[in-house]
T-cell receptor, first 110, second 115 residues
Framework: SQQGEEDPQALSIQEGENATMNCSYK?????LQWYRQNSGRGLVHLIL?????REKHSGRLRVTLDTSKKSSSLLITASRAADTASYFC??????????FGAGTILRVKS | GAGVSQSPSNKVTEKGKDVELRCDPI?????LYWYRQSLGQGLEFLIY????????KSGLPSDRFSAERTGGSVSTLTIQRTQQEDSAVYLC?????????????FGSGTQLSVL
């Protein structure tokens, strides 16, 4: 099953610009996580936001969570070519197993 | 090892053959997941082990798929009578506990190609 749906499916920006990706989900959650995937293999955890939090920062990453709208956004500021990757949101469906969305492909052009 | 280890990294098999994929989680991690990712797609949940609890098998696509986790550590995903649509990257991930705020650590995956 897939819980989260990312939007847009693909995003192409210039180096230095900001990139915003959105995620919507369907069930109640305890937390929402964002992961990055390079080259179609293992994913790397970026940031976790709890259901009682509204915003969280980590370096150039900013995540917001709106539980009333069941949505989250990931903002990458001052993007770099190395940020080129696929980005996935994941939610603990009903506080249980972690389910991933379809992902956003980000391309940062230098 | 320091991370989640999966083997083999690549597997080519003929349609109808059985395959076994192995996952070695991080030592001490009690939660273990298997996901499947087809080319250019998102992650499809397959199965979830947590400690000694009965696994959540709700994502297994058919009865040709099974998984076990021995001794709360190593896990094996078995696909019987493989079909071409089984071709995908199979990803394993582990986390420290079932804690609701635990992040997953992923292996590099097994690329399965069914000819």
């Amino acid at each position: 099953s897939q819980q989260g749906e990312e939007d847009p499916q693909a995003l192409s920006i210039q180096e230095g610009e900001n990139a915003t990706m959105n995620c919507s989900y369907k069930t109640s959650i305890n937390n929402l996580q964002w992961y990055r995937q390079n080259s179609g293999r293992g994913l790397v955890h970026l940031i976790l936001i709890r259901s009682n939090e509204r915003e969280k920062h980590s370096g150039r990453l900013r995540v917001t969570l709106d539980t009333s709208k069941k949505s989250s956004s990931l903002l990458i500021t001052a993007s770099r070519a190395a940020d080129t990757a696929s980005y996935f949101c994941a939610t603990d469906e009903y506080g249980n197993k972690l389910v991933f969305g379809a992902g956003t492909i980000l391309r940062v052009k230098s | 090892g320091a991370g989640v280890s999966q083997s083999p990294s690549n597997k080519v098999t003929e349609k109808g053959k059985d395959v076994e994929l192995r996952c070695d989680p991080i030592s001490g991690h009690t939660a273990l997941y298997w996901y499947r990712q087809s080319l250019g797609q998102g992650l499809e949940f397959l199965i979830y082990f947590q400690g000694n609890s009965a696994p959540d098998k709700s994502g297994l696509p058919s009865d040709r798929f099974s998984a076990e986790r021995t001794g709360g550590s190593v896990s094996t995903l078995t696909i019987q009578r493989t079909q071409q649509e089984d071709s995908a990257v199979y990803l394993c991930a582990s986390s420290l506990s079932r804690g609701i705020n635990e992040k997953l650590f992923f292996g590099s995956g097994t690329q399965l190609s069914v000819l």
